[in-house]
């Protein structure tokens, strides 16, 4: 299975991005407009760019359109899609089955929504997206997720109804377990669960989840010092 890597132009964190593709192998990477600024200052070379650029350094737009190994897209400014949609539906088109997006979050609420949001083109289209950021890995599912505790992201699970009700949900291997449970939309009872057994399993019969693994803040600063 091809997996790509899509860096948005939203905050990223040069280190993290850099520590994020030295473990796990991508097969394309897309820069979705700003986002090329993370492969430019770390002197990387993305297979693709797209965008609109109205946000871009012209300089550093400059530099990877003289790259004739590197495929590029211009976008009008008057789209329907924003850019990182515009990136999932390329890495889509170009046989991906895994999709990471970085830089997808930062101080924008309404496009770190949209972003959350096209985790569910995965969900229509039979792909895995994951959203990440150096404190949350975010996913969308409709069926179920195996957590291993050794490899999970954060100090915390903590589960949204997408849907006004996710029915069947059933939590294994975590401090508050649920069996065949209803969770419903505008409720906060998913949040700030964690995983106690070796592995953790999120099982539901219909609806349609957000999954957050999320390291505390305070924790978050306290590894960086």
Known sequence: MRRALIVAGGS??????????????FDLT????????????????PDWI??????VNGETLQYYKAKE??????????????????????????????????????SRVDHMLGNIGLLGIG????????????????????DRLTLSRCGQYGNYVSLLPVTAEVTGVTLLGM??????????RYRSLGISNEIT????????????????????SFTATNKKQ
């Open 30 to 45: 897309i820069a979705a407009d700003a986002g090329m600024q993370f492969f430019y200052d770390t002197d990387g070379k």
């Open 12 to 25: 990223m964190d040069a280190a993290f991005g850099r520590n994020y593709i030295e473990k796990t192998r």
């Open 175 to 184: 401090k508050y377990p649920l069996r065949d449970f209803t969770m419903r």
């Open 197 to 216: 057994e070796d592995t953790a399993e999120i099982i539901l019969k219909e609806g349609v989840l957000l999954v957050i693994e999320a390291l505390d």
């Open 69 to 106: 190994d590197i495929g590029l897209i211009r976008l009008v400014p008057e789209k329907d899609d924003t850019d990182t949609e515009a990136a999932v539906r390329l890495a889509m088109k170009e046989g991906c089955g895994e999709i990471h997006i970085l830089g997808a979050t930062g």
């Open 50 to 55: 797209i965008g609109d650029f109205d946000s």
């Open 123 to 142: 969900l229509e289209e039979g792909v895995d997206i994951i959203l990440a950021d150096p404190q949350n890995r975010v996913r969308m599912i409709k």
